[in-house]
């Protein structure tokens, strides 16, 4: 079982819509990600948190917008999608240390549909 | 050019079969790597990490060949479980992850 926890795991919105996907970890883990992958390709990386900081945006737009609330949450809002935003939606976390970055660890994902 | 790239199969195999796949890195800062694997609709999971010396891990040997920028991994007496898409995965630059297309493995009964 993973120790990331993910809710929604399902979650069907409107182009006008306004949604939040949420991530949890007690791992003790201090950088935290959102990635975004569609079907038969790998994980994208969207947003980097490291000690609750924004520390990569790979240039999203505007209508994800992060947040990390603390070290073990990590949200996504969601407004104004388009249903090419339709995905699966992951969070992962992992270690860092002086000089290293542990492995990811991945919660379940949030599947999105986007009608 | 991608950061990491790989080929993307799929390896369809017979049951015992050894199989293996490679993938290689273009930033040669590149300092932690790591296999993981994916399940239809599922979540990645981390296989192994791989480290210069190579690691084994049951019937699953990991190399990294930083010279020649490349990682491998062997699958050894292939299952039918082990039917999945096998990522590469590079990190440098602290944070970032980069991630190969995958290569899908199909074991056959």
């Known amino acids: 079982d993973t120790e990331v926890t993910q809710t929604p795991k399902h979650l069907v919105m409107g182009m006008t819509n306004k949604k939040s996907l949420k991530c949890e970890q007690h791992?003790?883990?201090?950088?935290m990600y959102w990635y975004k992958q569609k079907a038969k390709k790998p994980p994208e990386l969207m947003f980097v948190y490291s000690y609750e900081k924004l520390s990569i945006n790979e240039s999203v737009p505007s209508r994800f917008s992060p947040e990390c609330p603390n070290s073990s949450l990590l949200n996504l809002h969601l407004h104004a999608l388009q249903p090419e935003d339709s995905a699966l939606y992951l969070c992962a976390s992992s270690l860092i240390r002086l000089g290293y970055t542990g492995e990811l660890f991945f919660g379940e994902g949030s599947r999105l549909t986007v009608l | 050019r991608k950061e990491v790239e790989q080929d993307p199969g799929p390896f369809n195999v017979p049951e015992g079969a050894t199989v293996a796949f490679n993938c290689t890195y273009s930033n040669s800062a590149s300092q932690s790597f790591f296999w993981y694997r994916q399940d239809c609709r599922k979540e990645p999971k981390l296989l192994m990490s791989v480290y210069s010396s190579g690691n084994e891990d049951g019937r699953f040997t990991a190399q990294l060949n930083r010279a020649s920028q490349y990682i491998s991994l062997l699958i050894r007496d292939s299952k039918l479980s082990d039917s999945a898409t096998y990522l590469c995965?590079?990190?440098?630059?602290?944070?970032?992850?980069?991630f190969g297309s995958g290569t899908k493995l199909n074991v056959k009964p």
């Open positions: 995965v590079a990190n440098y630059n602290f944070n970032k992850f980069y």
């Open positions: 791992m003790g883990h201090r950088a």
